[in-house]
């Protein structure tokens, strides 16, 4: 048996939006301990954002409360295009792209989960072997088309039009549910607020095929918003993936522990595992500190370690530190470039050059003056070092395997200069 109350911690946590039988699911926890449940992922790309990643911090959450959680990768679904949450027809992907999108998801998933009490299926397997007859026959004469039609998300889509190959999407998910129940005892799946009636044409199915008494359940998950109203998952550079590739460990570290003082602590409950006493006491010191942001801090720390453990998270901090204090002579020329990314850049030739003329070429500074004036003042730094000689001169081989030099302006203006 389940150790604590789960479906009261994810209530707590704002984390239901939408229970189809709420009394039956909680009826089925407390006589059963062998619950399993699936969130299911179309590879749609190459990588998960953090957006994404929503449905899974629940489906963890039962697997660290004992239970079995299986994810679906939407080989099969993947290869025609889920309609939700668009105004248009999906572009359709080759079949290269499509595996290639099911591996990379697949690495990223046993990452986050571990290999103990948790599977992956691809629908592809069972998909891929149905035939148009057997599909109408099997399956399709149990979805009237009205009910199709009133279904959110194919609504929303008939006035711009929507092809049959998306309009059958629904009937493939419930396919998928009534599969897994039928072969894996699947009981339970969770899903995006979006995804409700693809969740509950699946539980008819399974109803219609297997008896009205067989256990089948669906859970969904609010949309989150920030405390601005705009949608959350989105930084300045776009979409915050969980791929280092693609947004550095550095990067989202900084996504984190940026966070609005009003929406830290819905993220806290949602995206880490810390128990409700020590949300509410970050709760309690971001009302009464708020500059010390304690709680930013430790949601940054929690999720970066959860997606790119503790590796990651040290690196992240270190080159956070660095370029804080403005001790960055340490830093590696990788480091560097994750940590100053986003930060103005310049081109200068690899001669060494005298400061002044250093700082007005690569437009640093406006003037001459103003420059003799800034390192007279002590505000220039390079690669770390300040330097209050308007003699000295910058030699783009001294440091960062003589690819960049780094001038700091005052307290934490850095410039990346990119040496040719």
Known sequence: ???FDILEDLKW???????TDEEGLRKYLVEHDDLALYCGTDPTGDSLHIGHLIPFMILKRFQMAGYHPVILIGGGTGSIGDPSGRKTERVLQTA???KHNEECLTNQMKKLFGTENFEIKNNAEWLGKLNLIDFLRDYGKFFQVNNMINKDVVASRLENGISFTEFTYQILQA???YHLNKDNGVQLQIGGSDQWGNITAGIDLIHKLKGA?????????????KADGTKFGKSAGGAVWLDPEKTSPYEFYQFWINQ???DVVKYLKYFTFLSREEIEDLAEKTKKEPWKRAAQKRLAEEVTKFVHGEAGLKEAQMITDALFSGNIKNLSVTQIEQGLKNAPSAEAGSEE????DFLVDTKIEPSKRQAREDIKNGAIY?????????????DPSSAFDGKYVIIRKGKRKYTLVTIK
């Open 96 to 98: 290269a792209q499509v």
């Open 13 to 19: 946590r704002g984390a239901i939006n939408q229970e």
């Open 382 to 394: 390079v690669n770390g070092d300040r330097e209050q000689s308007v003699d000295f001169d910058v």
């Open 175 to 177: 396919i998928d549910f």
């Open 260 to 262: 609005d003082d009003r």
């Open 213 to 225: 008494d067989r256990p089948a359940f669906g859970l969904t998950i609010p949309l989150m918003l």
């Open 1 to 3: 048996m389940a150790k």
């Open 353 to 356: 050059k005298n400061l002044v």
